[in-house]
C-alpha cells in the first residue's frame, strides 16, 4: 500500500535534524509532488536551501504550507501554538497537519484550538534521532525499521489516518497507533527521564572537573561518553518536553528514586546478589533491544549513517 501513497504537495516546518530527514527520506521515497521547508531561523534555512534537500524553500510558514496536503510540523513543543496560530488561516481543506514532537498530548492541547476545523489533526512521533542538529545532520535513512508512533484524536478520519501511515510507512517506519496519554507515559520512561539523567551527571561531572583538574574529561570511560552523547542533544527542544510532560516525567522519576534508593541500600548493606539480580535482568534488556532491532552491537561512536 506504501508504493500508492502520494500527496501532491507536502510542507515541512522546521529544517532541523528531523525536518531535514524528513523532508530527505520523502524524495527517497517519491511521496511529494512538490516539498516545501521553511525555517524562522535565516542562517538555517540558508544551509537547508545550499543542501537543496527540497523543491522549495520559504521564510514564511503561510507561503510553505499554502495549498499543502499534509504538513509536518518539525518545531519544538513550546513553539507549536505560534507555529500553528500562523499557519491555521492559510490551510488547504482537508490537509492533515502532524508533527515529530516527543510529546503528544501537550502539542494536540497546543495545535487543536487554533487550527480550523477543515483539516485533520493527527499527532505523530518519529521515535528516532541523534545528538546531531542542523539541516546538515540529517539523512534520509533515519527512519528506516525504527517505530513512528501516530496518536490520533478519538474523532479522527480513518481515511486520514490511513493516509499518514502509509506516509511513514514509505519513509521506512514501523507505525504504532496509541492514544496520546499513554504515548507521553511511555517515552517519559524510555526516552526523557534518560535523557534528564544523562544532564543531571553530565552536569555533575561539570562541578567535579575543577575540582579533580580535568581529570574527568581525561579519563571518561565508555559509561561517561555515552551520557555526555545524550546531554548534548538540542537543548530548546529538551527544555519544552519537560515543561509539556512534567506530569509523566515526575511520576517515573519518583518510581526511579525508589529503585534508586533501593539501590543503595544493596550497596550500604554489601548484598551481592541484589546487584548481581538488578545487573542480570537489565543486561537481558540490552539484548532484547538488539533483538528488536532497535539498536546493533557496535557503540554508536562514529557509525556511518547512510543517506
Same mark, same amino acid.
Given at each position: *500500500? &506504501? ?10 516546518? %522546521? +529544517?532541523?535534524?528531523? %525536518? #531535514? ?18 525555517? =524562522? ?5 540558508? @544551509? ?14 503561510? =507561503? +510553505? ?14 513553539? *507549536?501554538? #505560534? ?8 490551510? =488547504?481543506?482537508? +490537509? ?27 499527532? %505523530? ?5 541523534? !545528538?546531531?542538529?542542523?539541516?546538515? +545532520?540529517?539523512?534520509? #535513512? ?29 519513509? %521506512? #517506519?514501523?507505525?504504532?497507533? *496509541? ?19 544523562? /544532564? ?18 581525561? /579519563? ?16 530548546? *527542544? ?7 510532560? =512534567?506530569?509523566?516525567?515526575? @511520576? ?8 534508586? &534508593? ?34 546493533? !552491537? ?8 547512510? @543517506?
Amino acid at each position: *500500500m &506504501t508504493d500508492k501513497i502520494h500527496f501532491a504537495r507536502i510542507a515541512i516546518v %522546521g +529544517a532541523g535534524l528531523i %525536518g #531535514s530527514s524528513v523532508a530527505r527520506a520523502i524524495v527517497r521515497a517519491g511521496v511529494a509532488g512538490t516539498l516545501a521547508v521553511t525555517d =524562522k531561523d535565516e542562517a538555517v534555512l540558508a @544551509e537547508a536551501r545550499e543542501l537543496g534537500f527540497a523543491h522549495e524553500f520559504h521564510d514564511d510558514a503561510k =507561503k +510553505a504550507v499554502q495549498d499543502a496536503d499534509l504538513v509536518i510540523l518539525a518545531v519544538p513543543v513550546g513553539a *507549536m501554538a #505560534s507555529v500553528g496560530a500562523a499557519i491555521a488561516p492559510v490551510l =488547504k481543506a482537508g +490537509a492533515i497537519i502532524s508533527d515529530v514532537g516527543s510529546v503528544k498530548e501537550g502539542v494536540f492541547s497546543a495545535l487543536e484550538p487554533l487550527l480550523p476545523d477543515t483539516v485533520h489533526l493527527i499527532p %505523530g512521533h518519529p521515535v528516532a534521532g541523534t !545528538e546531531q542538529s542542523g539541516p546538515s +545532520a540529517g539523512f534520509a #535513512s533515519l527512519f528506516d525499521g525504527r517505530w513512528c508512533i501516530i496518536t490520533p484524536p478519538e474523532a479522527v478520519d480513518d481515511e486520514a489516518l490511513g493516509r499518514l501511515t502509509c506516509f511513514w510507512e514509505a519513509l %521506512g #517506519s514501523k507505525v504504532e497507533i *496509541m492514544t496520546a496519554k499513554h504515548h507521553d507515559l511511555v517515552l517519559a520512561i524510555t526516552s526523557h527521564v534518560p535523557h534528564l539523567i544523562a /544532564y543531571n551527571i553530565v552536569g555533575t561531572a561539570s562541578d567535579l572537573e575543577e575540582v579533580t583538574r580535568s581529570e574527568v574529561i581525561k /579519563y571518561s570511560a565508555g559509561g561517561f561518553r555515552d551520557f555526555t552523547r545524550i546531554a548534548a542533544s538540542d537543548p530548546t *527542544m529538551w527544555r519544552d518536553v519537560f515543561l509539556n510532560n =512534567k506530569e509523566a516525567v515526575l @511520576e517515573m522519576l519518583g518510581r526511579f528514586s525508589e529503585d534508586l &534508593t533501593a539501590l543503595q541500600r544493596a550497596i550500604r548493606w554489601g548484598d551481592g546478589d541484589a546487584l548481581f539480580d538488578l545487573f542480570t535482568r537489565t543486561r537481558d534488556i540490552r539484548r532484547r533491544i538488539i533483538d528488536a532491532g532497535q539498536d546493533e !552491537e557496535a557503540a554508536d561512536f562514529g557509525r556511518h549513517h547512510k @543517506e
